[in-house]
């Protein structure tokens, strides 16, 4: 009998920041969307979803992936995008729980912000988080 390999899942990414430094933009840019347009005063506030193929990933990238000469084995990421207003801190928190691998966005213009600290202090006392930053000119 022949056994099929356990499935692998996809990665979560979660994208994490203060407010209006760009996390749904770059979500954006990823997937070829414009969902920031739709929001309420343009401003994420909810949880969001998107799995993101490994097809894409690897356009997007273009020959980055290809110099890596990296075998690739996962359908692709899940990326989770957090609100970064205030208000939100447990939204923050249960999006940095779910993430194998966090991605925290910077406006490059305003630096660290509440949100932005906050990102990194949580995500530094799970201790199991890869931080990644993303500098953003917005």
């Known amino acids: 009998m022949t056994q099929n390999p356990p ?13 209006d ?8 840019a990823i ?3 414009s969902i920031t347009a739709t ?12 799995i ?21 084995t996962i359908p692709g990421l899940l990326f989770i995008d957090t609100p970064g207003h205030a208000a939100f801190t ?11 691998i966090a991605v925290i966005v ?6 660290f912000r509440p949100q932005t600290l906050e990102a990194l202090r949580f995500l530094n006392s799970t201790k199991r988080h890869l931080s990644l930053l993303q500098i953003s000119l917005i």
């Open 52 to 72: 993101i193929p490994l097809a894409t990933i690897k356009k997007r990238c273009g020959g980055l992936l290809e110099n890596l000469k990296m075998q690739f």
């Open 90 to 100: 447990n939204l923050r928190k249960r999006g940095g729980n779910l993430a194998d």
């Open 21 to 28: 430094h760009g996390k749904s933009s770059l979500l954006d």
């Open 7 to 19: 499935a692998i899942r996809s990665p979560v990414c979660t994208c994490l920041g203060h407010v």
């Open 39 to 50: 929001e309420a005063g343009g401003i994420t506030q909810a949880i969001g979803a998107s």
């Open 106 to 111: 910077i406006d490059m213009n305003e630096g």
């Open 31 to 33: 997937r070829g969307t």
